[in-house]
């Protein structure tokens, strides 16, 4: 039996446990907490037992997990002989069967066959979650197949996809992942991990030729909600705790920091981190205030990275502004990986944290830069109409590698100008990455890649927070194993 976890989510005290037997292997652990970015992979054996445990106080959502059994050949290493196909054999099929499935009403659509449309979608007990799959699965697809599967969740949601069972012929039948037209993933073999949106939709595409069948695909899917301790915008408590000596003397009351010129950027944090922060920490005692004294620039730009809080903690966000007249007051909570704030802009921020005498967790880090004159704004910027050879290829590649578990920095360029294009923070796990010369222009004809690793098990968070390039020509793009997954021209205000 496969099993794969779609939501984890536990509150403190509480526990998941995954036990799984084979014919010589035992495998028994916890998971605990908000395990968003970090579901367990994909597992197989025998037999297994999944159980919660809790405890008299607050509750979460737990667990959803989806299972089947696994087929003979299914993940093994078995090698499908390819043809060399030139023909007509290859060409996409005539016809697009559009599915539509809604999450949040439970409604199923499909321009095509809807006695066929069971063999497609299989809606779970609740209507939030439920299996994709190839036409007739486990049973072979037919030739000439175009599917898409358009899934949709409740504003503010996210959905995440799990793949189960994959066997396809390669390299003509594909099974794609696309998130706001953008391609996500192409899947070409059974993953272990999970998929997520960026957004409340994401679309499913299968496509098979004229010739060669096989079982094809079963696919997980459920809408992930924000965490019921936060991981969304709460209004303010009325209870806020008063101003003790002792969390001022740790933290020293809230810092003071005036951008003044385009150059200003950097990294604002709990006490701590990536530390714990420390326990009964008072309003206003943990914190920093920024603000702009500059005509040059038109405000601060804030962009959240990570934000963490046990139940009973809290970060609150002020975000003031005079053009519009504005004042923004938020107070965040909870595991907030999936969920975190857009970007934020203002002339005055203010961020605190505060904390109960219980657990603790990391609390947060967010970049902050002073926004240029005309960025973000609707400006036309002029495009030329560029024709003839040779006008996108570079004069060399610059290959930058960024470990962020031991610091190391390394460049197949000119070292000297390294600190252009990297600006490491405080702590060797996070920092900036830039245009050369920024905010000064850019040269022409540059291809800079820029290769981040960290320790095994963790992820990476990019957070855009100036763009102005020549559209069209200019662009910044964002890849993994290889497939861009996001990037373009204009500024991105999710992470």
């Known amino acids: 039996v496969r099993l794969g976890f779609l939501q984890l989510r536990t509150s403190n005290g509480d526990s998941v446990q995954v036990e799984l037997r084979d014919e010589n292997a035992e495998f028994i652990d916890q998971f605990a907490g908000t395990l968003d970015l970090f579901i367990p992979q994909l597992f197989a054996a025998n037999n297994?037992?999944?159980?919660?445990?809790?405890?008299?106080?607050?509750?979460?959502?737990?667990?959803?997990?989806?299972?089947?059994?696994?087929?003979?050949?299914?993940?093994?290493?078995?090698?499908?002989?390819?043809?060399?196909?030139?023909?007509?054999?290859?060409?996409?099929?005539?016809?697009?069967?559009?599915?539509?499935?809604?999450?949040?009403?439970?409604?199923?659509?499909?321009?095509?066959?809807?006695?066929?449309?069971?063999?497609?979608?299989?809606?779970?007990?609740?209507?939030?979650?439920?299996?994709?799959?190839?036409?007739?699965?486990?049973?072979?697809?037919?030739?000439?197949?175009?599917?898409?599967?358009?899934?949709?969740?409740?504003?503010?949601?996210?959905?995440?996809?799990?793949?189960?069972?994959?066997?396809?012929?390669?390299?003509?039948?594909?099974?794609?992942?696309?998130?706001?037209?953008?391609?996500?993933?192409?899947?070409?073999?059974?993953?272990?991990?999970?998929?997520?949106?960026?957004?409340?939709?994401i679309t499913v595409q299968f496509t098979s030729d004229t010739s060669n069948t096989y079982s094809g695909f079963l696919l997980a899917y459920t809408n992930i909600q924000p965490s019921r301790f936060g991981s969304i915008f709460r209004k303010i408590s009325s209870t806020i705790a008063e101003n003790k000596a002792e969390s001022r003397d740790v933290c020293g009351g809230i810092e003071s920091i005036v951008l003044t010129q385009e150059t200003d950027h950097g990294f604002i944090a709990s006490?701590?981190?990536?530390?714990?922060?420390?326990?009964?920490?008072?309003?206003?005692?943990?914190?920093?205030?920024?603000?702009?004294?500059?005509?040059?620039?038109?405000?601060?730009?804030?962009?959240?990275?990570?934000?963490?809080?046990?139940?009973?903690?809290?970060?609150?966000?002020?975000?003031?502004?005079?053009?519009?007249?504005?004042?923004y007051v938020e107070q965040l909570s909870g595991i907030s990986d999936l969920f975190l704030p857009l970007l934020l802009a203002g002339n005055n921020a203010t961020v605190f944290l505060q904390s109960d005498s219980a657990e603790t967790d990391i609390g947060y880090l967010v970049a902050y830069a002073a926004e240029l004159p005309r960025n973000t704004k609707d400006e036309q910027i002029e495009v030329e109409d560029k024709s003839g050879p040779g006008i996108y290829e570079p004069n060399s590649v610059e290959v930058i590698n960024i470990n962020t578990e031991t610091g190391e920095i390394?460049?197949?360029?000119?070292?000297?100008?390294?600190?252009?294009?990297?600006?490491?923070?405080?702590?060797?796990?996070?920092?900036?990455?830039?245009?050369?010369?920024?905010?000064?222009?850019?040269?022409?004809?540059?291809?800079?890649?820029?290769?981040?690793?960290g320790?095994?098990?963790?992820?990476?968070?990019?957070?855009?927070?100036?763009?102005?390039?020549?559209?069209?020509?200019?662009?910044?793009?964002?890849?993994?194993?290889g497939i861009p997954f996001a990037g373009g021209y204009t500024l991105m205000t999710s992470i």
């Not at 069967?97 to 321009?111: K, L, P, Q």
């Not at 420390?278 to 309003?283: E, F, G, I, L, M």
């Not at 809290?314 to 007249?325: I, M």
């Not at 100008?417 to 040269?443: I, R």
Request: net charge negative; hydrophobic share 30%.
């Open 410 to 453: 390394t460049t197949n360029g000119d070292v000297t100008q390294l600190h252009t294009k990297v600006q490491p923070g405080a702590s060797k796990q996070y920092g900036f990455v830039s245009s050369p010369n920024h905010p000064d222009p850019y040269p022409n004809s540059q291809t800079v890649d820029y290769n981040l690793s």
């Open 271 to 327: 006490p701590g981190y990536p530390g714990r922060y420390p326990n009964s920490v008072a309003a206003r005692d943990c914190g920093q205030d920024l603000s702009v004294n500059s005509d040059s620039i038109d405000s601060v730009r804030l962009g959240f990275l990570q934000l963490r809080t046990i139940y009973g903690d809290y970060v609150q966000l002020e975000v003031r502004d005079t053009a519009p007249d504005l004042e």
């Open 48 to 201: 297994a037992t999944v159980f919660l445990q809790s405890d008299a106080t607050e509750t979460e959502f737990g667990y959803l997990a989806a299972y089947a059994a696994e087929l003979p050949n299914n993940g093994k290493d078995e090698i499908i002989e390819v043809e060399d196909k030139i023909s007509s054999d290859a060409d996409e099929p005539s016809f697009t069967e559009v599915i539509r499935i809604n999450t949040e009403t439970g409604e199923i659509t499909t321009n095509g066959d809807v006695t066929q449309l069971h063999t497609k979608v299989q809606p779970g007990a609740s209507k939030t979650y439920g299996f994709l799959s190839s036409p007739n699965h486990p049973n072979n697809y037919a030739n000439g197949e175009r599917i898409t599967f358009d899934l949709v969740a409740p504003e503010g949601s996210k959905i995440a996809l799990r793949l189960m069972r994959l066997r396809l012929e390669p390299i003509y039948d594909q099974l794609r992942v696309f998130d706001g037209g953008v391609l996500l993933q192409n899947i070409e073999h059974l993953m272990t991990n999970i998929i997520y949106s960026k957004s409340n939709e």
């Open 455 to 481: 320790p095994s098990g963790s992820r990476f968070a990019l957070r855009a927070l100036r763009t102005r390039l020549e559209t069209g020509y200019d662009s910044v793009y964002f890849l993994e194993d």
